[in-house]
């Protein structure tokens, strides 16, 4: 579909005017034909159209930044990009992260998010006092997309990734103009960033490992397309070029919730030494360049591992927590 036929679709789908068949014969066969970049522009488009805001200042919102990924990568891994958010707020960045339950993994952003104890009932107009008291909030995907409730059954009976999971990252509520998403194929790698190009972000790297993960991987090289100025150029990340030892994925595991709340607080305490705080500091890195506040990835991961040693990471993920229920 062109962009101006697929926003037409997706108007229909988004306004409950398909039938339950229809639609899940729409996202099975944007699925097998591989979404291009008009679908996913277009689809985004109308979502964004279709979801409660969170309302901030120009000079506010223009300093968040969001950290996903797509899910569908069937890694089975802890919350990375979660941990990830929670030690760039120790580090003084405006974290605006966009997440929901669990879909396609044991555990999603808000699954683990409770299990550390956040309150992800806040009011919407809760938000932006939780981000300015603490440099984080997360926005439910569930109470910022109404028209899902008619959509998530019909997603839900499907054993497969939809267009829905690039949608997430691509619709952030609080319209965040810098971001890094890690997406399940590296033929999605330029299709997002263009996407985002188009829906006029201002900084943002699309990420994905040779070994298959949303993520930079601690196990292989990872492919990324960096959306910088209205430009988009590509390149590879070795975790080995920065000191780093390759790691096995297995290592990288995480299990429920609970289980994936423990592993975050063990790297952000400092307890935890291996690979799964190895891959936390990478990917802050690259966060840390996208936000502007590193100058390359030594300088991201010197920042990453001084806020978990100095305890600002943990300190900052119990501020966090103690604001929520404040609010």
Same mark, same amino acid.
């Given at each position: 579909m062109n962009f101006n036929d697929a926003t037409v679709t997706f108007e229909k789908l988004f306004n409950n005017k398909m039938s339950s068949y229809e639609a899940k014969g729409l996202l099975e066969k944007l699925y097998l034909n591989g979404e291009d970049i008009d679908e996913i522009a277009a689809a985004a488009k109308v979502m964004r159209k279709h979801s409660l805001k969170v309302e901030l200042p120009r000079d506010i919102r223009e300093k *968040?930044?969001?950290?996903?990924?797509?899910? !569908?990568?069937?890694?089975?891994?802890?919350?990375?990009?979660?941990?990830?958010?929670?030690?760039?707020?120790? *580090?003084?960045?405006?974290?605006?992260?966009? !997440?929901n339950r669990s879909i396609t993994s044991n555990s999603g952003s808000a699954d683990m998010l409770e299990a550390l104890g956040v309150n992800l009932n806040l009011e919407l107009d809760k938000l932006p006092t939780m981000l300015m008291e603490s440099g984080f909030m997360f926005m439910f995907a569930i109470n910022h997309h109404p028209a899902m409730k008619y959509i998530m059954p019909i997603r839900k009976s499907i054993n497969h990734r939809t267009i829905f999971n690039i949608l997430g990252p691509l619709t952030n509520p609080a319209n965040a103009q810098k971001q890094m998403i890690g997406v399940f194929s590296e033929n999605y790698l330029y299709k997002m960033a263009k996407t985002l190009s188009m829906l006029e972000s201002k900084s943002a790297i699309i990420v994905s490992s040779r070994d298959g993960l949303d993520e930079v991987s601690i196990s292989d090289i990872t492919y990324f397309s960096r959306l910088e100025g209205g430009h988009i150029k590509d390149g590879e990340i070795n975790p080995e070029k920065y000191g780093f030892k390759l790691s096995p994925l297995e290592s990288i595991k995480g299990g429920d919730a609970i289980e994936n709340a423990k592993i975050t607080t063990s790297i952000l305490n400092g307890q935890e030494q291996g690979a799964k705080r190895d891959i936390v500091i990478l990917n802050t890195a690259v966060a840390l360049m996208v936000d502007?506040?590193?100058?390359?990835?030594?300088?991201g991961i010197g920042m990453a591992i001084e806020g978990i040693d100095s305890k600002k990471a943990i300190n900052k993920l119990k501020e966090i927590v103690k604001i929520s229920h404040k609010l």
């Open positions: *968040l930044i969001d950290n996903c990924g797509t899910g !569908g990568d069937k890694s089975g891994s802890f919350n990375i990009s979660t941990t990830t958010s929670l030690l760039l707020a120790s *580090l003084d960045c405006m974290v605006a992260k966009h !997440g502007g506040k590193a100058r390359d990835m030594y300088d």
